[in-house]
């Protein structure tokens, strides 16, 4: 059996649809013969906050991050499913956040069997086949999870010690991340300039082609100094231009490959590829296109 996760209920229902899982055994899973598709909402599984790990501590930086299932009647659900699994799907259109949620549930329920992955760009038919057709496995699944459990782990780590710093200082805590800092950061800086006096000294800006701007390096004490330095530059002369706009019914065809002209037969058609090699091969041997094996277009 095949399981695919989702994280949200419309994700699912759109993907078991697709997939042909018409029975819903659960609230949110549903199930048919060969495929499941459940799902397993973002806070399934919480990370303990680091307050209740570092008792007071400050700064504190731990050895381990410790988690904890939020919802004990899905888990219950969710056990014969991941024990059935010949291969567990992952469908999202998430990064590495997404990523490293779904090798925690997949380290929770302990699942042996090969993982992969469906990117939903959309939710139509047609492109959820195409997703688990074309579904990626392999190496950089492990590392883009990798690098969301590193980057949640580290918004954690600067959630409790900027906040251990502000009650340290006589603030309260305001449970900053590290984005609302840095721009918080950058408004200051604005702040300062906004704040300075502004220079009485004058520039000369030129626009060119209504795109480019180009601004002088050096500065006038008047208006009317940069006003004659600006009068003295020779722009040059305008130049007429015309445009030609012809008309053609020559076709713009793209040649096809074995691997493009399954994706297409698919997308438009519905065939598999086994069905679009076969028709292939038929056109090939009456001679009304090239040979479909060759890698050339």
């Known amino acids: 059996m095949i399981l695919i996760v989702c994280e949200n209920y419309r994700t699912s229902k ?4 697709a997939m042909g899982a018409n029975t819903e055994i659960a609230s949110g899973i549903y ?20 307050c209740e790990m570092a008792d007071g501590r400050y700064p504190f930086i731990p050895d381990k991050f410790k988690m904890s299932v939020t919802d004990k009647e899905l888990e219950r659900d969710l056990k014969p499913l991941f024990r059935e699994a010949n291969e567990v799907v992952f469908a999202s259109d998430g990064g590495a956040d997404a990523q490293a ?7 929770h329920f302990r699942v042996g069997c090969p993982t992969s992955r469906m990117w ?3 939710l139509c038919y047609g492109a959820i086949r195409g997703a688990f057709h074309y579904r990626e496995s392999g190496r950089h699944l492990y590392r883009l999870a990798q690098t969301g459990l590193v980057s949640k782990g580290m918004d954690m780590m600067f959630e409790y010690n900027i906040n251990q710093a502000l009650l340290h200082v006589g603030l309260p805590a305001r449970d900053l991340t590290r984005q609302e800092t840095i721009a918080l ?5 604005m702040c300062v300039v906004f704040d300075a006096p502004t220079s009485p000294n004058h520039k000369i800006c030129v ?10 390096q050096s500065y006038w004490n008047s208006e009317k100094a940069a006003n004659e330095i600006l009068s003295a530059i020779n722009v040059g002369d305008e130049i007429p231009a015309t445009l030609t706009v012809t008309e053609t019914t020559a076709y713009n065809l793209r040649f096809h490959t074995l ?39």
């Open 14 to 17: 759109n993907v078991a649809l």
């Open 120 to 122: 939903l760009t959309r």
């Open 31 to 50: 199930v048919s013969n060969g495929i499941a598709v459940a799902t397993i909402p973002e806070k399934f599984i919480r990370q303990t906050p680091l």
């Open 259 to 297: 691997h493009t002209l399954q994706m297409d037969a698919f997308n438009n058609l519905g065939f598999t590829p086994r069905k679009t090699t076969r028709v292939a091969e038929k056109l090939y041997s009456k001679g009304l296109i090239s040979s479909p094996m060759t890698s050339c277009s």
């Open 185 to 189: 950061e950058h408004i200051g800086n």
């Open 101 to 107: 949620r779904f090798f925690n549930i997949c380290r």
């Open 207 to 216: 626009n060119v082609n209504s795109r480019e701007s180009y601004e002088s």
